[in-house]
């Protein structure tokens, strides 16, 4: 269990008195599956002794939490972007149109943005901040990575019915030895990314 110290490290907001949603991606390092971004207002005062980066926590913690967000949160939205449209835009845009889409869907409309990571497209008028490894320290932000990592997950556990030889429900797309190995006897499929390296140069691919 967290220390009061380790819960006092994430703060509320960047800005006092704005109306802040922070936003995260889950799935930009994988090799299949669309890329989902969460963006969340978080009411003030919000708080829950697991609430941390999405990577800091077990899978069973971040679906505890992912309901606790979505139950309390002002606003959330989830949204992703296709294998397809990474192909033809790349993953970095995919990643901040991911973003953007989510933002689209808030109920209400925030003042401003809280983007973990050191890069992004501005959204409108709206203003923002970039902020490494965002997510292990604000509120908002970790709580759009539990949000975009828990959808993504649930995703890639419904296409592993649909494609099982890649094991998609342990790896979530990620390039695991299996998953890579997978590959390279069954070939890519509709959901791979194919503007992506999915195997090594000294492993061949299986096209046929």
């Not at 990474?86 to 970095?92: K, M, T, V």
């Not at 989510?102 to 901040?129: C, M, V, W």
């Not at 902020?131 to 932000?141: A, C, M, Q, T």
């Not at 099982?164 to 499929?189: D, L, M, V």
Request: aromatic letters at 8%; charged letters at 30%; one cysteine or more.
């Amino acid at each position: 269990m967290k220390s009061a110290l380790q819960m006092a490290r994430l703060k509320n907001f960047k800005n006092k008195g704005l109306l802040e949603a922070g936003c995260d991606e889950a799935g930009r390092g994988c090799l299949a599956g669309p890329v989902h971004a969460a963006a969340v207002i978080l009411k003030p005062g919000f708080r829950h002794k697991l609430l941390d980066d999405s990577k800091k926590l077990t899978e069973k913690q971040r679906v505890e939490l992912r309901q606790v967000i979505e139950e309390k949160a002002l606003a959330w939205a989830v949204a992703s972007v296709s294998a397809e449209e990474i192909d033809e835009i790349n993953i970095l845009n995919a990643s901040f149109l991911a973003m953007h889409r989510a933002i689209d869907q808030l109920k209400t409309r925030p003042e401003f943005l809280l983007i973990d990571g050191n890069r992004f497209k501005k959204y409108g008028d709206l203003e923002h901040s970039c902020e490494i490894k965002g997510d292990g320290r604000f509120k908002s932000i970790a709580a759009a990575s539990i949000l975009a990592k828990t959808h993504r997950d649930e995703f890639m556990a419904k296409i592993d019915q649909e494609f099982p030889q890649y094991q998609w429900s342990k790896n979530k797309g990620y390039p695991t030895k299996a998953h890579r190995e997978a590959i390279q006897k069954f070939g890519p499929c509709s959901w791979h990314r194919k503007s992506f390296t999915l195997l090594p140069p000294q492993l061949k691919l299986k096209l046929d």
